[in-house]
């Protein structure tokens, strides 16, 4: 069957029933193959499918529906966003070295820094913001580039051309986290990079009900390296993992092009606000990162962040906030409110985090589906509550 010329919106909902069993059947949903092995019919020549951590055609629906959105070649299904990372840098070799965004998630810091070295596997951390920090980190062991953008919590925004640029002059690869943006909004593989992983617990999931991740890749040679860690590793999704995640990917348009248009009045509402010290959303006007984000994406995503005065007064606020749950991730229908200091950064030492902006009054907010006029009253009474409470303390 020749494919149709479609957008983007139309795949999300297409993509997951292209294989030939929902073809023949007309069912508009991959079915759950709850399976861990395949009868093979012949002896000496076996089917696509042998053994579900090697491929099941449940998790192979939900592969084949990333690989098409990031405009990839192959996609991979992992049991978390994590075991994504993990095992995507585990296709190096002992001796090999990496330069990473120094504002990078809490766990792949705790992985890089932690499980890495013991595989001789050695890092340096960059400011990604700033391309000749990068290029000054490149060691002649150096082989990948690992950026985040935006990043974590204070929404550092790395200029992708830029980076896979230097990557290309000296001969590495560029993995990309593009779990804020998802693909609705950024392509890295359209840019040239060499990797893209997502946690999809977040955005692509997008109901907190599962704990997932994804790879994708682009080039024969790396996309197969995956495979064979994936297999080797064995942190495949599960079935009925794979099928959560494919229902929600449908609704990635509708919710994220809310949630976002959400975060922006949000976002607008505390930068007026006389409590809030700093706000940190690639959509406003005076983020350091705004111009060279609208470059290689078309929205500034539904996830922000913001500085309030006190740890104390921190505290009252999110005692006083009704809506958002207070609560590690991000991404969920929910609006989710999480405290960077310890919640997704408790991972990295206190000097570390201090060094890096994330304070003691950070908190960050992730948009959900609520109406964004009730998420503003609730933070303006919240808010004033908190200056109530802290005032009588003084
Ligand atoms: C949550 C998150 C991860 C880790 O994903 P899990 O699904 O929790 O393992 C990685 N990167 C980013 C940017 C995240 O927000």
């Given amino acids: 069957m020749t494919k149709r010329q479609e957008q983007f919106e139309t795949t999300l909902i297409t993509a997951s029933t292209r294989g030939e069993y929902e073809q023949k059947t007309g069912a508009v949903n991959v079915p759950i193959y709850v399976s861990s092995t395949f009868d093979q019919e012949q002896f000496d020549s076996f089917g696509p499918f042998d053994y579900s951590r090697s491929g099941n055609p449940t998790r192979q629906a939900l592969e084949n529906t990333i690989a098409e959105l990031e405009h990839g070649t192959r996609g991979f299904a992992f049991s978390s966003g994590i075991a994504a990372i993990a095992s995507a840098l585990l296709t190096l070799d002992a001796g090999d070295h990496i330069v990473v965004t120094s504002e990078v998630y809490g766990g792949t810091y705790r992985f890089v820094t932690k499980v890495l070295p013991k595989y001789n596997i050695t890092h340096t951390f960059a400011d990604f913001t700033d391309l000749e920090s990068v290029e000054q980190a490149i060691q002649p062991n150096t082989k990948v580039l690992y950026a985040e953008t935006p990043a974590n919590p204070l929404l550092g925004i790395t200029d992708l051309e830029g980076i896979i640029a230097l990557a290309k002059k000296h001969q590495l690869k560029t993995f990309v986290d593009n779990t804020f943006m998802t693909p609705l909004y950024q392509k890295p593989l359209d840019l040239g990079a060499d990797v893209v992983l997502h ?123 009704q809506i958002p749950v207070f609560a590690v991730s991000l991404g969920g229908v929910e609006s989710i409110l999480s405290y960077p200091v310890t919640m997704s950064h408790a991972a990295i030492p206190e000097e570390e985090r201090t060094k890096r902006g994330i304070t003691d009054g950070l908190l960050r907010l992730s948009v959900g589906l609520e109406n964004v006029d009730d998420l503003i009253q609730d933070f303006q009474q919240a808010f004033e509550k908190a200056e109530a409470l802290t005032s009588l303390k003084q």
């Fill in 199 to 321: 946690s999809a617990t977040k955005f692509l999931g997008g109901h907190s009900d599962i704990i997932a991740g994804l790879a994708v890749t682009k080039e024969e040679e790396i996309g197969e390296a995956i495979y064979f860690m994936q297999n080797s590793m064995g942190a495949i999704l599960g079935a009925q993992d794979s099928f959560s995640l494919i229902q929600g990917i449908k609704t990635l348009n509708a919710r994220l092009s809310l949630e976002s248009a959400s975060a922006h009045k949000i976002a607008e509402y505390l930068q007026q606000n006389d409590f809030v010290q700093a706000v940190h959303y690639p959509g406003l006007k005076d983020h350091p990162g705004h111009a060279t984000h609208f470059k290689q994406a078309t929205n500034a995503g539904a996830v922000l962040s913001f500085e309030l005065p006190t740890k104390a007064f921190t505290k009252a606020f999110v005692e006083n906030v």
